[in-house]
């Protein structure tokens, strides 16, 4: 082989391998790992976690996702996610009424939920507050079970990807004694943002925003 070619082979291949490398610095890592798109928790917001304002268990709440994916109809995988909260109560951060978290950033475009398949998929999405054990409490003894706050099922065809973020709320309303702590907390000032009249009776538990990125 010639000197020529030679040069010339090894130029393309640079060339080749320079345009490589310059793809992966400005394509972020979760965008090459989801090529038909990412589900993505850009925002909650929480006016009632659930727990109550105080007694044994309140008044922060640990709130989990159960994602439920089906294809045509048919349960196909099952996890979990945490939606981590405000406050760092020791082991994990969890959410008080009125809270609230904005996930997305410039490394990120949120909290992860779901890798895209198939334009025919449809996610479940069941947001829970947990009560995983019972309490023993001396002459008072009982089981608590999880508080559901937010369960809904999405397709992939209702969150085009690089759109702008949706809102979903919750179909269980606030409680009083929520309302009430909510506003005391300053929880009126995203209210309002994302619910016509702000804190009122009526507003629902919590609210997200999702996308697909």
Request: hydrophobic share 40%; net charge positive; charged share 20%.
């Amino acid at each position: 082989m010639s000197n020529v070619k030679l040069l010339l082979k090894r130029m393309v291949f640079v060339q080749i391998t320079s345009a490589l490398i310059f793809v992966s610095m400005v394509v972020p890592s979760y965008a090459q790992s989801c090529p038909n798109g990412c589900l993505w928790i850009e925002w909650a917001g929480i006016i009632d976690n659930g727990e109550g304002s105080g007694g044994i268990h309140g008044p922060y709440g640990s709130i989990h996702i159960v994602v439920r994916v089906y294809l045509d109809g048919k349960l196909v995988h099952k996890h979990k996610v945490y939606l981590h909260g405000v406050t760092n109560t020791g082991d994990k951060f969890e959410w008080d009424d009125g809270d609230q978290r904005l996930y997305a950033n410039k490394n990120s475009p949120g909290l992860w939920l779901h890798k895209w398949m198939h334009p025919n998929e449809e996610v479940g999405l069941t947001f829970y507050e947990s009560d995983p054990a019972p309490s023993f409490i001396p002459g008072f003894i009982h089981g608590r079970e999880h508080d559901v706050l937010m369960n809904f099922l999405i397709t992939r065809r209702a969150v085009p990807r690089f759109k702008p973020a949706r809102i979903i709320a919750s179909k269980r309303p606030a409680k009083s004694d929520a309302i009430k702590r909510s506003r005391e907390r300053n929880g009126n000032k995203w209210a309002k943002r994302v619910w016509n009249g702000g804190i009122r009776q009526g507003i629902p538990s919590m609210f997200i925003k999702i996308k697909t990125y």
